[in-house]
């Protein structure tokens, strides 16, 4: 009996000190000074900037690799072609690599003398230390979301009501609109999800590729670190913070609940 | 001939599926598919219907080549075992799903459902999902649903091996009644014998990827083309050199001449009919199948020498 | 006699494969596989030799040290709080349940930077609890605990779900205590998507990033991490000794990933 409680309290007591305290603590400190102060810190120009820059990468990069998702998960469990089982290996690869790893490889990629940065920039395409730079290292990052939740779902509904609509007339379009994509359509929701709360949260990769100029390159995460580092702003930085925990509480909202309707 | 496939091989890997296999079904009959697990019947079924595509061979479908058409446009009905419902339409939606994608008036599609829903005893529940259906109801659904597109051959893969017995067994009699109104030449898949036997105008028993014997139900029973066709259709029992069935044993009190001995070893009642298992004085096994009356009049128990012989057996070359 | 017209027909009857299957890896390749390549093309076009010598310059090593160092307690201590974690969440009934359960995915959603600051904010200069682990390896620890939390957790939690109590109550009736029947029934059954957890929980420990930059302070030698120290040498213009060490980080991610797929099919051998 005292087992189950030394276990309960003490795994619980575990999250509560490693994950419920600091962030918490980020809401205390953030209205801290006043709700006057927060309004302020939140509304500035840079950190405004900032919102909208990471929101218009994320607004692109979420339907892009959504599409991916859906495709390549197809690919992967229906088609049973050699490369798949490479394809499949080569998704899971941005969940396990470090974000500088990332960054660095796409700014030797884009770089003056990188493979492809030396003819974009001699034809006056900026990748580095702009927006499609940006674009780039978080469509790396949250790649791996929708394929995840996809490929298994398709696994499990099998290929008998694919099979059965063929037999009574619909062509591979139509079986795809009207029976596959209904099947997958909560998987590919709680996908959605993960990948915009990646792509809105993603720090080390985009510090590398986009120089983070207050007010030109700089997205939401960036903004946090510059304004507790550079500017001695503090609540600035922590203003940011909730902004972007917010967001976070969401997702994880977004998440129990679909999470839900797909069983 | 409605269908015929000619000389259908099929591999998975090294595994040979169907070897050489040919078949005729002529149009308007209710043909079986009879055969154990791993026979090749579901494979050859799925040829027939464009869901697999055979390694060689043709197929055949109201005389026109089909080997190279899409399942889409063979015009043909498909049943699953497991009925494949579209769980996220309603029991009308999937019923009309063949009609709808083909762009059909809403009147006429309406008066089609309807109809058929009737037809298979699920009018009323249209409006509900296929969850909430039983099995047996879903089956029916998925008959309707592919009845739909007034196919030209309607194809059934186990379509009762996934329900209650005494569902299957009026679902069998439902099946019959179906095909005696509709007249779809039909082709159904199963590894239950009495299935095949009660529900057929003619079988098609297969083993090992190949066809044993093409035969009417009557024919296949009495007239075994080998060992396995007999053993698989019915029960036997093996004597030496001949086979036996049950209900061709014949018992009796005293020798006389063609007689062997034999000692009772168990008495089974079930119901209508007795099996009585016995031991000949060589040691060999065998059980004789008697009606209930027949047996009471032997009057026989547990341990008794009794004569036995065979009123007919078969011997294969 | 083959049939090959027969092949293409089955193509358009079920969705050409061969046109989302191009497009899926072109997709792939222009965003992760060439990104990567060029990685380590760059990183090692100096040659074997060449590139140990840059590799493996003291700083270099020290912050490769510490990150696998960190990362093995991180991952060791993982493994005992995520199970325990993961079974009172499934085992386990009282209040506010399902809450807990749905915070575990915090470390997933929040951004690592907001992490960092937080922790910062915990431990830090101005700490809360008056604990200074700032510039500290134990700081860096904390961090790397809280964005390592949910992988042991979510990897076990289905197999418990899934677990069949019959055979633990099978065991009971055959006279094995509850300790016996964890160690000897439901451990083993766990043991595979442990070891996966810990292989996620490890790969991601050694890659952080945003949640040390803060608290760690870059102190070579005593807090500079494998990536920290990546990002610093890039910062210093040093692309080459930058690149060196990202293409050592990412041969351990491939080489864990590896691992964790063929910890799958092991997992798996008794079911096929």
Same mark, same amino acid.
């Given at each position: 009996?005292?087992?189950?409680?030394v276990?309960r309290f003490?795994?619980?007591g575990?999250?509560?000190?490693i994950?419920?305290a600091p962030v918490?603590l980020?809401?205390?400190?953030a209205?801290?000074?006043?709700l006057g102060?927060?309004?302020?810190?939140i509304s500035?120009?840079?950190a405004v900037?900032?919102l909208?820059?990471?929101?218009?990468?994320?607004?692109?990069?979420?339907?892009?690799?959504?599409?991916?998702?859906?495709?390549?998960?197809?690919a992967?469990?229906?088609?049973?072609?050699?490369?798949?089982?490479?394809v499949?290996?080569?998704?899971?690869?941005?969940?396990a690599l470090?974000?500088?790893?990332v960054g660095?490889?796409?700014?030797l990629?884009?770089?003056?003398d990188g493979?492809?940065?030396?003819?974009?920039?001699?034809?006056?395409?900026?990748?580095l230390?702009?927006?499609?730079?940006?674009?780039l290292a978080?469509l790396f990052?949250?790649?791996p979301?929708v394929?995840?939740?996809?490929?298994?779902?398709?696994?499990?509904?099998?290929t008998e009501?694919e099979?059965?609509?063929?037999?009574?007339?619909?062509?591979a379009?139509t079986?795809f609109?009207r029976?596959?994509?209904?099947?997958?359509?909560?998987?590919?929701?709680?996908g959605?999800v993960l990948?915009m709360?990646?792509?809105l949260g993603?720090?080390g990769?985009?510090?590398?590729?986009?120089?983070?100029?207050?007010?030109r390159t700089?997205?939401?995460?960036?903004?946090?670190?510059?304004?507790y580092e550079n500017?001695?702003n503090?609540?600035?930085a922590y203003?940011?913070?909730v902004v972007l925990a917010t967001?976070?509480i969401l997702t994880l909202?977004a998440m129990t609940f679909?999470?839900?309707?797909e069983d | 001939?409605?269908?015929t496939?000619?000389?259908?091989?099929?591999?998975?890997?090294d595994?040979?599926?169907l070897d050489d296999?040919s078949?005729?079904?002529?149009?308007g009959?209710l043909?079986?598919l009879l055969?154990?697990?791993?026979?090749?019947?579901?494979t050859?079924?799925?040829?027939?219907?464009g869901?697999?595509v055979?390694?060689?061979?043709?197929v055949?479908?109201?005389g026109k080549?089909a080997t190279a058409?899409?399942?889409?446009?063979?015009?043909?009905?498909?049943?699953?075992?497991h009925?494949?419902?579209?769980?996220h339409?309603?029991?009308?939606?999937?019923v009309?799903?063949?009609l709808?994608i083909?762009?059909r008036?809403?009147?006429e599609?309406?008066?089609?459902?309807?109809?058929?829903?009737a037809?298979?005893?699920?009018?009323?529940?249209?409006?509900?999902?296929?969850?909430?259906?039983?099995?047996g109801?879903r089956?029916?659904?998925?008959?309707?649903r592919a009845?739909a597109p %007034?196919? %030209?051959?309607l194809?059934?893969?186990?379509?009762?091996g996934?329900l209650d017995?005494?569902?299957?067994?009026?679902?069998r009699?439902?099946l019959?009644r179906?095909h005696?109104?509709m007249h779809v030449?039909?082709i159904?898949?199963?590894h239950?014998q009495?299935?095949?036997?009660?529900?057929s105008?003619s079988?098609?028993v297969m083993n090992?990827?190949?066809?044993?014997?093409?035969a009417p139900?009557r024919?296949l029973?009495?007239?075994p083309a080998?060992e396995?066709?007999?053993s698989?259709?019915?029960?036997?029992?093996?004597?030496?050199?001949?086979?036996?069935?049950?209900?061709d044993?014949e018992?009796?009190h005293?020798?006389?001449?063609t007689?062997?001995?034999?000692?009772?070893?168990?008495i089974?009642r079930?119901?209508f009919?007795?099996?009585i298992?016995?031991?000949?004085d060589?040691?060999?096994?065998?059980?004789?199948?008697?009606?209930?009356?027949?047996a009471?009049?032997?009057e026989?128990?547990r341990?008794?020498?009794v004569?036995v012989r065979?009123r007919?057996?078969?011997?294969?070359? | 006699?083959p049939?090959p017209?027969?092949?293409?027909a089955?193509?358009?009857a079920l969705?050409?494969?061969g046109? &989302? &299957?191009?497009?899926?890896l072109g997709?792939?390749?222009?965003?992760?596989l060439i990104?990567?390549?060029a990685?380590?093309v760059?990183?090692?076009s100096?040659?074997?030799?060449h590139?140990w010598?840059?590799a493996?310059n003291?700083e270099?090593?020290?912050a490769?040290?510490l990150?696998?160092?960190?990362a093995?307690?991180?991952?060791?201590?993982?493994a005992?709080t995520?199970t325990a974690l993961a079974w009172t969440?499934?085992?386990?009934s009282f209040?506010?349940?399902r809450f807990?359960n749905a915070?575990?995915d915090?470390p997933?959603a929040?951004p690592t930077?907001v992490a960092g600051l937080?922790?910062?904010?915990?431990y830090g200069?101005?700490?809360a609890v008056h604990v200074n682990?700032?510039?500290t390896?134990w700081g860096?620890?904390m961090?790397?605990?809280?964005v390592?939390?949910p992988?042991?957790v979510?990897?076990v939690?289905p197999?418990?779900?899934e677990?069949?109590r019959?055979m633990e109550?099978?065991?009971? &009736?055959?006279?094995a205590g509850?300790?016996?029947?964890?160690r000897r029934i439901v451990f083993?059954?766990l043991l595979?998507?442990l070891?996966?957890g810990?292989a996620?929980a490890?790969?991601?420990?050694?890659g952080e990033?945003?949640?040390v930059?803060l608290?760690a302070g870059?102190?070579?030698f005593k807090t500079?991490?494998?990536p920290l120290y990546v990002?610093?040498?890039l910062?210093?213009g040093?692309t080459?000794g930058a690149?060196a060490?990202?293409?050592?980080?990412l041969?351990?991610?491939?080489?864990?990933l590896l691992?964790?797929?063929?910890?799958?099919?092991?997992?798996t051998?008794?079911d096929?």
């Amino acid at each position: 009996m005292t087992a189950r409680y030394v276990v309960r309290f003490g795994s619980l007591g575990y999250l509560a000190v490693i994950l419920i305290a600091p962030v918490v603590l980020i809401f205390w400190r953030a209205f801290d000074q006043g709700l006057g102060t927060f309004w302020d810190a939140i509304s500035n120009p840079d950190a405004v900037h900032a919102l909208k820059l990471t929101l218009e990468v994320a607004l692109v990069a979420v339907p892009l690799n959504t599409i991916f998702g859906v495709l390549c998960g197809i690919a992967i469990v229906r088609h049973r072609i050699p490369g798949m089982g490479f394809v499949n290996a080569v998704v899971d690869l941005p969940m396990a690599l470090s974000p500088v790893v990332v960054g660095l490889s796409l700014y030797l990629l884009y770089a003056n003398d990188g493979w492809f940065g030396s003819w974009l920039n001699e034809h006056g395409f900026r990748i580095l230390f702009a927006y499609p730079g940006i674009l780039l290292a978080t469509l790396f990052v949250s790649l791996p979301f929708v394929v995840r939740e996809v490929v298994p779902v398709l696994r499990e509904i099998g290929t008998e009501q694919e099979e059965a609509a063929a037999t009574l007339g619909a062509g591979a379009f139509t079986i795809f609109r009207r029976i596959t994509l209904p099947a997958i359509q909560w998987a590919v929701v709680y996908g959605v999800v993960l990948t915009m709360a990646r792509a809105l949260g993603e720090f080390g990769a985009v510090a590398i590729v986009s120089g983070g100029l207050a007010g030109r390159t700089q997205t939401m995460t960036q903004y946090v670190q510059s304004a507790y580092e550079n500017g001695a702003n503090e609540t600035a930085a922590y203003a940011a913070s909730v902004v972007l925990a917010t967001i976070a509480i969401l997702t994880l909202v977004a998440m129990t609940f679909i999470g839900r309707r797909e069983d | 001939m409605a269908i015929t496939a000619r000389s259908i091989t099929k591999r998975f890997g090294d595994f040979l599926a169907l070897d050489d296999v040919s078949i005729d079904v002529e149009s308007g009959s209710l043909t079986a598919l009879l055969g154990p697990s791993g026979s090749g019947k579901s494979t050859l079924l799925r040829v027939i219907a464009g869901l697999e595509v055979a390694d060689a061979g043709d197929v055949f479908i109201s005389g026109k080549e089909a080997t190279a058409l899409a399942p889409q446009k063979r015009g043909v009905g498909f049943v699953f075992q497991h009925y494949a419902p579209f769980k996220h339409m309603t029991v009308w939606e999937n019923v009309a799903f063949g009609l709808t994608i083909r762009h059909r008036p809403k009147d006429e599609i309406r008066g089609r459902v309807d109809e058929l829903l009737a037809l298979v005893q699920l009018g009323g529940l249209g409006k509900r999902y296929p969850a909430q259906l039983s099995g047996g109801q879903r089956q029916r659904m998925a008959l309707a649903r592919a009845l739909a597109p %007034e196919p %030209e051959v309607l194809l059934l893969d186990e379509p009762f091996g996934a329900l209650d017995a005494r569902v299957r067994v009026e679902l069998r009699q439902w099946l019959l009644r179906l095909h005696d109104e509709m007249h779809v030449t039909t082709i159904f898949v199963t590894h239950d014998q009495e299935e095949a036997l009660e529900l057929s105008d003619s079988i098609v028993v297969m083993n090992r990827g190949r066809v044993e014997q093409v035969a009417p139900p009557r024919q296949l029973y009495d007239e075994p083309a080998n060992e396995f066709v007999m053993s698989f259709v019915g029960p036997v029992n093996k004597l030496d050199d001949a086979w036996v069935r049950p209900h061709d044993v014949e018992l009796r009190h005293d020798p006389n001449g063609t007689t062997r001995e034999a000692q009772v070893e168990r008495i089974v009642r079930l119901g209508f009919e007795t099996r009585i298992e016995l031991v000949r004085d060589d040691g060999e096994r065998l059980y004789a199948q008697l009606t209930r009356n027949e047996a009471e009049e032997l009057e026989i128990e547990r341990g008794d020498i009794v004569y036995v012989r065979a009123r007919k057996e078969k011997t294969f070359g | 006699m083959p049939n090959p017209g027969v092949q293409s027909a089955r193509r358009r009857a079920l969705g050409a494969p061969g046109l &989302s &299957s191009g497009i899926a890896l072109g997709y792939l390749s222009v965003v992760v596989l060439i990104p990567l390549a060029a990685l380590v093309v760059k990183g090692t076009s100096g040659g074997w030799h060449h590139f140990w010598q840059v590799a493996w310059n003291p700083e270099a090593k020290a912050a490769l040290e510490l990150t696998l160092g960190l990362a093995l307690a991180v991952v060791a201590i993982n493994a005992v709080t995520g199970t325990a974690l993961a079974w009172t969440l499934v085992r386990d009934s009282f209040p506010g349940k399902r809450f807990a359960n749905a915070l575990i995915d915090l470390p997933f959603a929040l951004p690592t930077i907001v992490a960092g600051l937080t922790l910062l904010a915990l431990y830090g200069p101005k700490s809360a609890v008056h604990v200074n682990a700032a510039f500290t390896r134990w700081g860096v620890l904390m961090a790397l605990l809280f964005v390592t939390l949910p992988f042991v957790v979510r990897t076990v939690q289905p197999v418990l779900i899934e677990l069949d109590r019959e055979m633990e109550e099978a065991a009971a &009736s055959l006279g094995a205590g509850r300790l016996t029947i964890f160690r000897r029934i439901v451990f083993p059954h766990l043991l595979p998507a442990l070891l996966s957890g810990i292989a996620l929980a490890f790969a991601r420990a050694i890659g952080e990033f945003g949640a040390v930059i803060l608290i760690a302070g870059n102190l070579p030698f005593k807090t500079e991490v494998a990536p920290l120290y990546v990002f610093q040498r890039l910062n210093s213009g040093d692309t080459e000794g930058a690149a060196a060490l990202a293409v050592l980080l990412l041969v351990i991610s491939l080489v864990v990933l590896l691992g964790i797929g063929g910890l799958r099919r092991y997992a798996t051998r008794h079911d096929r």
